[in-house]
């Protein structure tokens, strides 16, 4: 055995052990979906024992936009000379009618993007073309959109347009510490937001809300890792936010992209599927920057946004309720068929669900 | 009989020189490229009759007959291009079977304005390996449409071959307890044509694995009765593969994650893109089910013949889950192995 796999070991002994020692039954929520994707993969949820229960949160950025949201990139893609440039995993999100690919199939123009970059480029090539680039995710996405509008005032194009739905994790955490209906012991802290963050946002889930929270990295050890940290705080009566990420959180954060952030966004109110209108928990392009904001220069005309029937994504999201629990899960909500967005997305906790373990009985105990 | 020798004029093209739509006019420029273009290379006594069908000689009556189109882009990437793909393909198809290739078509769909220059190299690059192989490509045809119906050009491949192992490869023949082998390195082709597409700043030795298996495959055909079944894991990967075998089946498939062969470069651009190995193409490797006994002979026989240095066992043969590929991990826990949905999609988060 190499020294990794005996780390490994000692990893998964340590969460036996300590997790053995619970007194009560515990509810801790991995916020974000990359760590949902990674809990799932290596099947940590069997390390498990029955007092811990995992939750998954809001931290996929898909699952969190609502219909409202789609439903104007629809709208963009199908006006003529204008194009939508996305990140793939919006493609097949199901809006109030239709969703992008839809749209592409009735002749709308959708161009998936690597980089927020790569649309810029797109509306150099084209100046004919207005490209609408569809601004989701986290902390983690906001600099590079910020850097994109930035290039795009430098090099004075003024047919790339942003659709802003950027959101920011504290203030959802908040809304879902103060949630008395889930009942939470410990938080999981989404690594790569913490990257631009830093630690020092979540000291309030610690000291106003009484949670404990341990930022994680996202391999299967990282996981381990993190799981026991928050073991040991409960098992000693400790409530902090530590770091299981060191090599790569620094106590502040990233000054560079919080500076971009800050110059090119400002804060609203924003509404996450599942949990409502947030106050402060999104970014929506400063009026200097408003020449690049698709909803001033060419504001969407769309319907009342309406839910689909039956569709829980928005209780899954808010950790209330399990995928199982929901009537369409497996059944007319599959992968390959998605009826809500936590089903489409790589991240989305019906998805993973489904993908690794609902149809194994590797759970059953 | 004087044989005809083809005209020596091709190779030399003038950068300039592009395909036109009367290129497929069936009229003088027509010939012109068949004569050439194609017979220079391809040239050989079935082909060079230039007739309706190529009229081939069997002296076996079970027959393997395949074919498949390419559109691959770009058209060259590290370790290959569209035309050595397309000849490899159909030779691969076929010798998963356990057939060798008697005689290959080629078709040619181009776009107006495709340079000749470049139709040369590809059809250099075909040649190359059906030559390797001592298989011909014996009939084809040539299409062009106008700018823009097409990206630059697709080939159609098809090969008839005949049936070498004494037993039939097949699903059917899959027993409890057989091994999953898989002759190297998995998703070697999708990883590098993802990052010559996307230009990714990747500076690596990543290269596509793209290679005609009829040699290493051949050298396992004595010993059917023993092979159960042979697939090469292209689209969908591995992953793919092993669904397609444990479909509505009685058995289930067990792998060991660390014993997954996959090359440091392509599990780095995985990780990057939020891909998984097992559903990436490879274009140069056979998954192949074997009786438990004959693991060590196969392995042993695979691992000295270039093509298969990094042969291993990838898993094996169960009777629970039923239809489910599942993978054992590294941390002792188990998780379902799907049938990919769709292309993989990037992490925005």
């Known amino acids: ?311 829980i994504c928005g209780a899954v999201i808010s950790g209330l309720k399990e995928p199982e629990e929901c009537s369409l899960f497996g059944q007319t909500c599959r992968p390959e068929h998605p009826v809500g967005p936590c089903m489409v997305s790589s991240e989305g906790a019906c998805g993973t669900h489904y993908l690794y373990q609902a149809r194994g009985g590797f759970y059953e105990d | 009989m004087r044989i005809e020798t083809p005209p020596l004029v091709r190779a030399e093209t003038k950068t300039k020189e592009v395909i036109k739509l009367a290129h497929g006019s069936g009229g003088k420029l027509t010939r012109e490229l068949i004569e050439n273009f194609i017979k220079p290379k391809f040239g050989n006594r079935i082909l060079n009759r230039l007739e309706d069908a190529a009229v081939l000689f069997l002296s076996e009556n079970l027959l393997a007959f395949s074919t498949d189109s390419y559109v691959v882009r770009p058209i060259f990437f590290p370790g290959g291009d569209i035309g050595k793909l397309a000849v490899c393909g159909t030779i691969n198809d076929l010798a998963v079977v356990g057939a060798l290739p008697l005689g290959i078509s080629c078709s040619f769909i181009l776009e107006e304005g495709f340079p000749l220059e470049t139709l040369n190299k590809i059809i250099d690059s075909m040649q190359k390996v059906a030559s390797q192989t001592g298989c011909q490509v014996v009939t084809g045809d040539t299409k062009v449409v106008e700018k823009g119906a097409a990206d630059q050009i697709f080939i159609n491949t098809a090969g008839i071959g005949v049936i070498r192992t004494k037993s039939h490869l097949s699903i059917e023949q899959i027993q409890l307890g057989d091994q999953i082998i898989v002759t190297g390195t998995l998703g070697d082709h999708a990883a590098a044509i993802f990052v010559a597409r996307q230009n990714l700043p990747v500076t690596s030795s990543l290269a596509s694995d793209c290679a005609p298996l009829h040699s290493l495959l051949g050298s396992l055909w004595n010993l059917s009765g023993k092979i159960r079944f042979m697939r090469d894991p292209t689209r969908g990967g591995v992953a793919a593969t092993l669904n397609e075998i444990v479909k509505d089946k009685e058995f289930g498939i067990e792998l060991s994650e660390d014993s997954l062969p996959v090359k440091p470069e392509v599990r780095g651009i995985c990780d990057l893109m939020g891909f998984d190995p097992l559903n990436l193409a490879s274009e140069g490797k056979a998954v192949i089910v074997v009786a438990p006994d004959a693991t060590e002979i196969v392995l042993g026989i695979l691992q000295q013949h270039p093509l298969g240095k990094e042969a291993c066992v990838l898993g094996r043969v169960i009777e629970q889950p039923k239809g489910l590929v599942y993978l054992k991990t590294n941390l002792g826990t188990k998780r379902i192995i799907d049938l990919p949905v769709g292309d993989p999609l990037p992490r925005i988060c």
């Open chain 1, 1 to 311: 055995m190499n020294q990794q796999e005996e780390k490994t070991k000692a990893l998964i002994y340590c969460v036996k052990c300590l997790g053995g020692r619970l007194k009560e039954n515990i509810n801790f929520m991995e916020v974000c979906g990359t760590h949902t994707v990674a809990i799932y993969r290596a099947g940590i949820k069997q390390i498990l024992c029955k007092k811990t229960r995992l939750i998954s949160g809001p931290g996929c950025p898909v699952c969190v936009t609502p219909n409202e949201f789609v439903d104007k990139a629809v709208w963009y893609a199908l006006q003529p000379k204008t194009v939508v440039a996305t990140f793939g995993d919006m493609f097949k999100v199901p809006g109030s009618e239709s969703s992008l690919a839809e749209a592409q199939a009735k002749g709308g123009q959708i161009q998936l993007v690597y980089s927020p970059l790569e649309a810029v480029g797109l509306a150099e090539k084209h100046p004919d073309l207005k490209v609408v680039f569809l601004g989701i995710g986290f902390e983690t996405t906001a600099p590079l959109v910020a850097y994109a509008v930035l290039s795009a005032r430098k090099s004075n194009l003024h047919n790339f347009l942003i659709l802003s739905g950027h959101k920011t994790v504290p203030e959802a955490l908040e809304k879902i510490a103060a949630n008395p209906l889930l009942n939470l012991h410990g938080l999981i802290l989404p690594g790569h937001v913490s990257c631009i963050i830093g630690r020092r946002p979540y000291d309030f889930l610690a000291q106003q809300y009484h949670i404990p929270g341990v930022i994680s990295g996202f391999e299967p050890e990282d996981i381990l890792e993190s799981l026991c940290m928050l073991f040991k705080q409960i098992n000693e009566g400790r409530c902090e936010v530590e770091s299981q990420y060191r090599r790569a959180v620094p106590e502040a954060g990233n000054q560079k992209a919080l500076e971009i952030i800050q110059e090119v966004f400002t804060r609203r109110d924003l509404e996450w599927r599942g949990l409502g209108v947030i106050p402060g928990s999104g970014l929506a392009l400063r009026e200097k920057y408003s020449n690049w904001d698709a909803e001033v220069v060419f504001p969407a005309r769309i319907n009342k946004p309406r839910q689909h029937r039956g569709c």
